[in-house]
């Protein structure tokens, strides 16, 4: 079983949708979550941390489900340019390794 | 601008060549990382390094060497051992012993000829 896991997509949605993505992690100990996004044959850039308690940023929701070990990731009003690939990243262990998903893939369409 | 910055941005190997791939940051980052990424697959951790002078292999270390004589400098070789190096390579830092995230640069693309 992968340490993060991820359903690949692509999730092809018109804009204006709400869209949602939903991440799993095997380590209990796991101690910080991320969301990054990565656009086509470039670097991830950070998204927005996930707190325990959960976070908003704008159009973007994360949450964080310690007892079943998921993480989520909700995009409402979605643009264009949100099309990406969307990177759920996990920090576990005594320093600072993260652990990356393999990715879930945006397609919004006009 | 703060930021890191990695060199050349599409690389090629010949057979039994060495090639390394430069990552500079000045961002007075402690902590520098290396990754490999292939189609598909989830970011994989090559070294990283804590500080200066230091450094720990990651989860695919063979075939690769690093240095970190600067703090804002992290240097990749890919050596003739690594026998599939083609991949997108992306360095990143973050200050060290944290729950900061870290930040990558724009990355190398690696083929072998």
């Known amino acids: 079983r992968k340490e993060v896991e991820q359903d690949p997509g692509p999730f092809n949605v018109p804009e204006g949708a709400t869209v949602a993505f939903n991440c799993t992690y095997s380590?209990?100990?796991?101690?910080?979550f991320f969301w990054y996004r990565q656009d086509c044959r470039k670097e991830p850039k950070l998204l927005m941390s996930?707190?325990?308690s959960g976070n908003e940023d704008g159009r973007f929701t994360a949450q964080l489900n310690r007892a079943s070990q998921y993480i989520s990731l909700l995009i409402r009003d979605s643009k264009l340019s949100d099309s990406a690939t969307y990177l759920c990243?996990?920090?576990?262990?005594?320093?600072?390794?993260?652990?990356f998903g393999a990715g879930t893939r945006l397609a919004v369409h006009p | 601008d703060g930021g890191i910055t990695q060199s050349p941005k599409y690389l090629f190997r010949k057979e039994g060549q060495n090639v390394t791939l430069s990552c500079e940051q000045n961002?007075?980052?402690?902590?520098m990382y290396w990754y490999r990424q292939d189609p598909g697959q989830g970011l994989r951790l090559i070294y990283y390094?804590?500080?200066?002078?230091?450094?720990q292999k990651g989860d695919i270390a063979e075939g690769y060497s690093v240095s970190r004589e600067k703090k804002e400098s992290f240097p990749l070789t890919v050596t003739s051992a690594q026998k599939n190096p083609t991949a997108f390579y992306l360095c990143?830092?973050?200050?060290?012993?944290?729950?900061?995230?870290?930040?990558f640069g724009d990355g190398t693309r690696l083929s072998i000829l």
């Open positions: 990143a830092s973050s200050i060290s012993y944290s729950n900061q995230p870290q930040h």
């Open positions: 380590n209990s100990a796991s101690q910080s």
């Open positions: 996930v707190y325990s």
């Open positions: 990243v996990v920090k576990s262990g005594g320093y600072n390794k993260l652990i």
């Open positions: 961002l007075n980052h402690d902590a």
């Open positions: 390094s804590q500080i200066v002078n230091d450094f």
